[in-house]
């Protein structure tokens, strides 16, 4: 068994190597065509029409919109002097000189022969029987596209330099499973730090330019997410060790363009903390997937990302929301976050992880009445139990509770009971109360009936995620039960034992 598995990496080393080595040759092959091409006397290099263009708002967000066909300043299309990339190459009308590229064909034909190339499935018929070398000429000119971006027309050609273009795109290419970078734009949020870490393997960072520009190319359609809302984002909460395995290449974008459960967990684990430790309005409109030491095409300049829009912020951004200055994160809120965070992701407790996607949709649904919903459940989720009797009293006196651990002015036991009783009065009008009068008015006022109780609902439960997650030990509605109301008098009088002793030693 050894030996097989033996043969079988040498096997696959040689044809690595051999890969490579026909992936050079077909590079250097376009690369000086190219620059031939380009020397050429009253050649025309065209511009990069879709290449993003990045400005900034007053309020401080970027914005981005592609050059157009009217502007030339954009960055240059190199390959397409020689063979079109595009739809929109194929019907220009330009014309073009007659360019063999026998080494592209040669890197073609080992891959449709070889196992190393089967994951590229160049063996399947493009039309009835033809098969086509497409994809191979794409990935080349793609690769010496990126060259000259980065390294200009008049560089010589490196082989160093070459070789770190084309390696990510082999292995994008022979590896089953890929390695991953997690990002997600925090929409309407300033950091006052650009770095700032989490875990081992989470941090919040400012997203470079060009990683803004890439991600500014990618479809909104069908999501939802108002493209300038989309933009609207500066830091990135960062999660690194993800990873993906498929037999196809095909398949890499399909599952990268969509978002699965445990990655909505997590970015959500992230958020919940964001807003236990802040109260911040903010959320997210786009799932990030940036390679690590690998790739599956390039364009021009721009860091290799994939992935899929979707729309997890408050309604109201839609309203010229990324007009506004939006919220800031300090350093000492950072450090709040953190903590919060390091709670979240240690804490094994089920109904914590699905009251903070309740806080989440408390704070980012459109419809006021289903976030007090969110909220309500949330509460209850954290605070009841197996009794449904009474259930809104119970919340009360465990919330009021709480207080008592939270040490927090701001939330006073009475005043925590009281608002905890008034939550439930909107939710009861809610599921109980009468249908609104239908209107045929073309045109009203929105609802804002339910706004103070949104609120309201929304910070009781950050109320309560905070505190439980400084004290897990309380995360059993029964132990607030026995080690807070059965004890309350108790620690009142251990709390207020040092201000005593304090007075007795300050009298003469």
Not at 106 to 133: T, W
Request: overall charge positive; some cysteine; hydrophobic content about 40%.
């Amino acid at each position: 068994m050894a030996s097989v598995t033996s043969a079988a990496s040498e096997k696959l080393r040689e044809e690595a190597l051999r890969y490579l080595e026909l992936f050079a040759a077909a590079f250097d092959e376009l690369h000086a065509a190219i620059i031939r091409q380009a020397n050429t006397p009253g050649q025309y290099i065209g511009p990069h029409h879709d290449y993003p263009v990045m400005s900034k708002l007053d309020s401080g967000f970027p914005s981005f919109h592609e050059a157009g066909f009217y502007k030339d300043t954009s960055p240059r299309d190199y390959v397409s002097m020689l063979r079109p990339r595009t739809l929109a190459g194929l019907l220009g009308g330009y014309a073009r000189p007659e360019v063999g590229f026998p080494k592209g064909a040669e890197l073609a034909s080992f891959l449709r022969s070889h196992d190393i190339g089967e994951r590229l499935d160049l063996s399947r018929p493009v039309y009835k029987d033809m098969v086509s070398d497409h994809s191979i000429d794409t990935l080349v000119g793609d690769a010496v596209e990126r060259y000259l971006h980065l390294h200009g027309l008049n560089a010589p050609l490196d082989a160093k330099r070459r070789d770190a273009v084309i390696r990510p795109l082999i292995f994008g290419t022979i590896f089953r499973s890929q390695n991953l970078r997690l990002v997600v734009p925090i929409t309407m949020a300033h950091f006052e730090v650009d770095h700032f870490r989490l875990t081992e393997t989470t941090y919040i960072a400012r997203m470079p330019k060009k990683l803004q520009l890439a991600r500014a190319r990618m479809s909104t359609l069908g999501s939802g997410a108002v493209r300038m809302v989309v933009g609207a984002a500066t830091h990135a909460f960062v999660s690194n060790g993800w990873n993906i395995e498929v037999d196809n290449i095909d398949e890499v974008r399909r599952s990268l363009n969509q978002s699965s459960s445990n990655v909505l967990d997590a970015i959500d684990s992230f958020f919940g903390a964001l807003r236990v430790a802040t109260g911040i309005s903010t959320g997210y409109a786009q799932i990030l997937w940036v390679p690590r030491g690998w790739s599956l095409s390039y364009f021009c300049d721009l860091t290799p990302v994939y992935g899929t829009a979707l729309r997890r912020y408050p309604n109201e951004y839609d309203n010229y929301g990324w007009t506004s200055p939006g919220a800031t994160v300090t350093a000492e809120h950072l450090k709040e976050v953190r903590r919060m965070y390091r709670a979240v992701v240690g804490s094994e407790s089920e109904g914590i992880r699905l009251a903070l996607s309740r806080l989440n949709g408390c704070l980012t649904r459109t419809d006021a009445a289903d976030a007090i919903l969110d909220g309500t459940i949330g509460l209850e989720l954290l605070l009841g139990d197996d009794q449904s009797q009474s259930l809104s009293y119970k919340l009360r006196l465990r919330a009021a509770a709480l207080s008592m651990l939270h040490a927090d002015p701001a939330y006073p036991a009475a005043e925590v009971a009281a608002k905890v009783k008034r939550l439930y009065a909107a939710r009861s009008a809610i599921v109980h109360g009468m249908r609104r009068k239908r209107s045929k008015k073309a045109s009203e006022p929105t609802d804002t009936s339910n706004a103070n109780e949104r609120l309201l609902a929304s910070d009781l439960l950050r109320f309560v995620l905070n505190v439980l997650l400084t004290h897990p030990e309380y995360q059993v509605p029964a132990k607030i039960d026995e080690g807070l109301l059965l004890r309350g008098d108790e620690m009142i009088a251990a709390r207020k034992e040092p201000s005593r002793r304090a007075n007795r030693t300050r009298k003469p």
